[in-house]
């Protein structure tokens, strides 16, 4: 756990009008760190460790895709959540990752301050530059916190966001494909 951070939570009691001293409120300044530092935790990940060597030599040239894959990250803007799934596809040219590991960059960059279509985009050139891959689509679907909770207070409106690359850009059959699989067509 953070002490500095820790101190900052405690001096954000203070700011919503709470009182630390309170019983019920005297770990809160650690538990709050230490639940921040997890829900940041992507940015002391690198690419190499999240991945772990875990490539496999395939003959296999065919899509593959893993869908629905829940995502959990904070809105630069506010530090609120959004909640949602993402869809990863790549169209493997020799080597296939293992199928937990496109989770793992999933989390990797959901655990950051972002917004939605800058995660969408750094987990497709990851898994490029992982995969070397034909292509690669990522599809995000989100709820966004601070459009839920505060501000416009909209409770059922959901952020899609998607990058496509190599083929998914270059072929409308590969990208009707995988969105008719992933259900969006
Ligand atoms: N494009 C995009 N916008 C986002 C994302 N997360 C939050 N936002 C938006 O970021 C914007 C920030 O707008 P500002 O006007 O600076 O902040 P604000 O006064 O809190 O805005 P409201 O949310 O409209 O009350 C809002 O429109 C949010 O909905 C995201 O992932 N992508
Ligand atoms: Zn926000």
Known sequence: ????????????LVGVGENPEREGLL????????????????????????????????QSDEMVIVS?????????????????KAHVAYIPTGRVLGLSKVARVVDMFARRLQIQENLT???????????????VAVVIEARHMCMMMRGVEK???????SVMLGAFRD???????FLQLIGRR
């Open 1 to 12: 756990m953070n002490p500095l951070l820790a101190s900052h939570y405690r001096e954000i």
């Open 68 to 84: 629905d894959i829940e995502l959990y990250s904070l809105c630069e803007h506010h530090m609120l959540p959004f909640i949602g």
């Open 155 to 161: 409770q059922n409106s959901v952020m899609t966001s």
């Open 27 to 58: 770990d809160t300044p650690q538990r709050a760190a230490k639940a921040m530092q997890y829900l940041c935790n992507g940015y002391t990940m690198s690419l190499d460790d999240v991945t772990n060597g875990a490539l496999f030599e395939s």
């Open 171 to 177: 072929s409308s059959t590969t990208r009707q494909e």
């Open 121 to 135: 985009r750094q987990i497709a050139d990851a898994i490029q530059q992982i995969t070397d891959a034909a292509g």
